[in-house]
């Protein structure tokens, strides 16, 4: 896996008020450990929890055109930025467009999605051809992965 990948930690969905602040969809439980994102293009000042997202101060941007202006706007930080993992844990960004293979070798597909329907992550992998499948992501079902690779269980292969 490369350090210097751009990982999204939040994207930006619309202006919030008059003088520059944007509400933002976030997708890391601490935003306020990152200051600076894109490349240090953008410099994360403050946040708030607001009722339909986060708002957030945006150094570089100033007023409601320049918030608006910059709606659908990834925040990235380089994936040597994030903390390390403990054993068995995993960044969703680690995993998506990983090869998937069975444990016997044959190549599956690629990772394509994370969902989480409130039992534990569950992968999708999209086969050659387009068809897809999905596995849950524990132990008995992928049991191991890497940088390089994921290897699903045979019981789970459809």
């Known amino acids: 896996m490369s350090t210097d990948r751009p990982v999204t930690l939040a994207v930006i969905i619309g202006a919030h008020g008059v003088t520059g ?24 000042k403050s946040t708030r929890h607001g009722s339909n997202g986060t708002i957030a101060r ?6 409601r055109n320049a918030a608006e202006a910059m709606r659908g706007t990834e925040l990235t930080v380089p994936r040597s930025a994030l903390p390390p993992l403990a054993e068995g ?3 969703h960004a680690d995993l ?22 409130g039992a ?6 999209e086969r050659d051809g387009g068809k897809r ?8 079902a992928v049991p191991e ?12 292969i459809s």
């Open 21 to 44: 602040e944007v509400r933002l969809k976030v997708f890391t439980e601490d935003l306020t450990s990152y200051k600076s994102f894109n490349n240090g293009a953008l410099t994360l």
């Open 58 to 63: 945006i150094a570089e941007v100033t007023d």
């Open 89 to 91: 844990e995993y960044y």
């Open 96 to 117: 998506l467009g990983l090869p998937a293979f069975s444990a016997g070798g044959e190549a599956l597909g690629t990772v394509v999605a994370i969902d989480d329907f």
């Open 120 to 125: 534990g992550d569950v992968i999708e992998i």
């Open 133 to 140: 499948f999905m596995v849950p992501m524990n132990v008995d």
């Open 145 to 156: 992965w890497d940088g390089a690779r994921l290897v699903v269980a045979e019981d789970f």
